[in-house]
């Protein structure tokens, strides 16, 4: 079981890596949406950007849902009543 520290910094790990999730995202839509456009090509005379930066996109933020759910999330009550807070603050959640 995670003491009370461990799950604020089993939190932050989680906050930064949904940051860096959006961040990779981000990237993959501006590749695949803006980085497409020079291209000729079409798809159901659809230009190959615009399924890139949507379709694309969309596939590629749900890789990131599932890499992040199943290598960095954890499940856990951060107000556990049992736990006792780390010797810096002292205090008991009793």
Same mark, same amino acid.
């Given at each position: 079981?995670?003491?009370?520290?461990?799950?604020?910094?089993?939190?932050?790990?989680?906050? #930064?890596? !949904?940051?860096?999730?959006?961040? /990779?995202?981000? %990237? +993959?839509?501006?590749?695949?949406? @803006?980085?497409?456009?020079? *291209?000729?090509?079409?798809?159901?005379?659809?230009?190959?950007?615009?399924?890139?930066?949507? #379709?694309? !996109?969309?596939?590629?933020?749900? /890789?990131?849902? %599932? +890499?992040?759910?199943?290598?960095? @999330?954890?499940?856990?009550? *951060?107000?556990?009543?049992?736990?006792?807070?780390?010797?810096?603050?002292?205090?008991?959640?009793?």
């Amino acid at each position: 079981m995670f003491t009370y520290k461990q799950k604020h910094e089993q939190a932050n790990r989680e906050a #930064i890596a !949904t940051v860096v999730a959006l961040v /990779v995202t981000i %990237v +993959v839509w501006i590749a695949c949406g @803006f980085g497409l456009a020079g *291209l000729d090509i079409t798809l159901f005379h659809t230009p190959l950007w615009v399924i890139g930066g949507t #379709i694309g !996109t969309w596939i590629c933020s749900i /890789v990131v849902v %599932v +890499v992040l759910a199943k290598k960095v @999330f954890v499940g856990f009550d *951060l107000d556990d009543e049992n736990d006792v807070s780390d010797s810096e603050g002292g205090v008991c959640h009793e």
